[in-house]
Antibody, heavy 121, light 111 residues
Framework: QVQLVESGGGAVQPGRSLRLSCAASGFTFNSLGMHWVRQAPGKGLEWVAVVWSRGDHQEYADSLKGRFTISRDNSKNTLYLQMNSLRADDTAVYYC??????????????WGQGILVTVSS | QSVLTQPPSVSGAPGQRVTISCTGSSSNVGARYDVHWYQQVPGTVPKLLIYGNSNRPSGVPDRFTGSKSGTSASLAITGLQSEDEADYYCQSYDSSLRAYVFGTGTRVTVL
C-alpha cells in the first residue's frame, strides 16, 4: 500500500531555514511527479510545488518562488522541500502528495499525514 | 489568492441536495484541464472525491457527482448525510501560472 511519511517539521524562528522530507513506499516512486501542498491553520489548501519524476523540472506557486526548493532522491524514494527565509505566514501543515499520472492537470490520489511547521519568534 | 472561486459555505437538511460551484477561467477550468474534488473532514487529511470532472474513485458513494461546463465545475451531493459535513475543494491546473490550483473551499453543513 502507498505510504507517504513526512518528517523535519517543527518550530523555527522567522528568517531561518527548514528542510522537510517525505519517505515514499508502495509505488514506483521514480515514475511520478511529487508535490507539496500546505494548509495554514483554519485556511484552505494551497499548492506549493511539484518535481517531475526524474527530478529535472520543478514548478512552484508564484508566491514561493525563490524561497522554497523542491527536490527528490529517487535512489532513496524520498521527496524534499527546502524552505528558506521563513515567515510567519509560512506556518502551516505541509502535505507530501502523490500524483496519479505524470501529466499536467493530474489529480492527487495519496496524501501523507502532514507535518506542522510553525514560524514564530 | 486562489484562481478558483467557491462559495464559502452551503447547507442543507438531511436527505436534501446541495451543489458547490467552482468558477475558474480560460486558463484553467475553461482550458483542457480536468477538475478534481477533495473532501476534508476537519482534522483529517484531504481525500480524493471526484477525478477527471465526473469520475468517482472506488468507495465514494454515488451520492457525489461532478460536472464541468465552460469555465465552471460543480459538485452535487444528493441525499445529504451527517457524515458529509466537511470542507470541499476543487482543483485544476492553470496554464498561465504553470501551477496547480485549488479552489477557495466550501464548508458543507448538515442542518
Amino acid at each position: 500500500q502507498v505510504q507517504l511519511v513526512e518528517s523535519g517539521g517543527g518550530a523555527v524562528q522567522p528568517g531561518r531555514s527548514l528542510r522537510l522530507s517525505c519517505a515514499a513506499s508502495g509505488f514506483t516512486f521514480n515514475s511520478l511527479g511529487m508535490h507539496w501542498v500546505r494548509q495554514a491553520p483554519g485556511k484552505g489548501l494551497e499548492w506549493v510545488a511539484v518535481v517531475w519524476s526524474r527530478g529535472d523540472h520543478q514548478e512552484y506557486a508564484d508566491s514561493l518562488k525563490g524561497r522554497f526548493t523542491i527536490s527528490r532522491d529517487n535512489s532513496k524514494n524520498t521527496l524534499y522541500l527546502q524552505m528558506n527565509s521563513l515567515r510567519a505566514d509560512d506556518t502551516a501543515v505541509y502535505y507530501c502528495v502523490k500524483e496519479f499520472l505524470a501529466m499536467p492537470g493530474t489529480y492527487f490520489d495519496y496524501w501523507g499525514q502532514g507535518i506542522l511547521v510553525t514560524v514564530s519568534s | 489568492q486562489s484562481v478558483l472561486t467557491q462559495p464559502p459555505s452551503v447547507s442543507g437538511a438531511p436527505g436534501q441536495r446541495v451543489t458547490i460551484s467552482c468558477t475558474g477561467s480560460s486558463s484553467n477550468v475553461g482550458a483542457r484541464y480536468d477538475v478534481h474534488w477533495y473532501q476534508q473532514v476537519p482534522g483529517t487529511v484531504p481525500k480524493l472525491l471526484i477525478y477527471g470532472n465526473s469520475n468517482r474513485p472506488s468507495g465514494v458513494p454515488d451520492r457525489f457527482t461532478g460536472s464541468k461546463s465552460g469555465t465552471s465545475a460543480s459538485l452535487a451531493i444528493t441525499g445529504l448525510q451527517s457524515e458529509d459535513e466537511a470542507d470541499y475543494y476543487c482543483q485544476s491546473y492553470d496554464s498561465s501560472l504553470r501551477a496547480y490550483v485549488f479552489g477557495t473551499g466550501t464548508r458543507v453543513t448538515v442542518l
